[in-house]
C-alpha cells in the first residue's frame, strides 16, 4: 500500500533540554544541567541558495547553498533564577544561579527607615555582603528589598543590615514573622557582549525508549525572555537558540569542526 511505514522508527516524544559552558558540553547531564519542564522543542534548517538563472524564463541552471539556516526553539515553564538569566542572554552556568536557599523568618521587627532586622539561626553560611533579599510581610505583596551590608552572627541571632539607600519604606514596618529571603538580581540591557552556551536535547523514542541526541556545540540564546502575570494558562519562556559554526579557538571544534548541530539517531 502506498505511504506504509517500513520501520517504527516514530517520534512522538517530549525532550530534555541541557544548558551550559561550551567546554563542559560532554559533561551535560539531567540533574544538573536541565533547564527543567520544556515543550516543544523543534530544530529546523531553513537553507538559502544562491541561483543562476538563464533566458527570458530566469531558468535555473546553478545554485550554490550560501546559508544553512540552523534555529531552535523550545517553550521552557520553569522561572528558575538561571533560567531567566539564559532567556536574558547572560551566562548562568556557574553556582551564582544554583536555586536559592530556603526563606527565614524574622526574630525582630523592622520600624519605617530601619535597615536592620534579625534572624535566630545562623544564616551567614548562606548570606553575604553584596547579596539581596526581600522582606515580605506574610504572603501578600507587601514586600521590600534589600542590599545586604553585613550578616553577623552572635548570640544565636543574625543581624542583617542593610546598604545604604535600602532602608524600610516610610510608614512601614515589617514585624516578628516576616519572611525573609535571598534573591539574585539580573539586569536587563546594558550588556554588551552575549553568552555563547553550548545545548544538549535528549528525546526518547517511543517505540523502545532508545534516544535521540542533539548536540549544539555553540549557541547564543536569542530570544526567551516573557514574564507575563496571567491567569488563565501557566507562562513560558520562549526560548530560541541560534546556533553558530565551531571555529578553530572553540573547545568542541577538535570534536564536531564546523558543525553548527550534530546528531545521533539510531
Known sequence: MAGTARTDR?????ATVMVGALADLHSFQPNTHSIGLVKNFTLTSDPGYVELTQGIKNTVVMSIRNQDGIKAACEVYEYTVRNLAYAAGLDASGVSFDPMPAMWISSGAAAPA??????????????????YIFLQDGIDDSVHIAKVLTAVFATATTTITFA????????????IGTRIGKIKRIDLGGVQVQAEMAVKVVGILPKDNSPFTILLPRVKITKGLSV???????????????????????????????????????
Open 164 to 175: 545604604t539607600g535600602y532602608g524600610v519604606p516610610a510608614g512601614k514596618t515589617f514585624p
Open 228 to 266: 507575563g502575570f496571567q491567569t488563565d494558562n501557566f507562562g513560558n519562556l520562549p526560548f530560541e537558540f541560534t546556533p553558530y559554526a565551531g571555529v578553530p579557538t572553540d573547545p568542541m571544534y577538535p570534536f564536531y569542526g564546523e558543525a553548527a548541530a550534530v546528531l545521533f539517531p539510531r
Open 10 to 14: 516514530f517520534l512522538l516524544s517530549t
Open 114 to 131: 530601619a535597615v536592620v532586622i534579625t534572624v535566630a539561626s545562623d544564616i551567614t553560611s548562606n548570606l553575604a555582603a553584596g547579596d
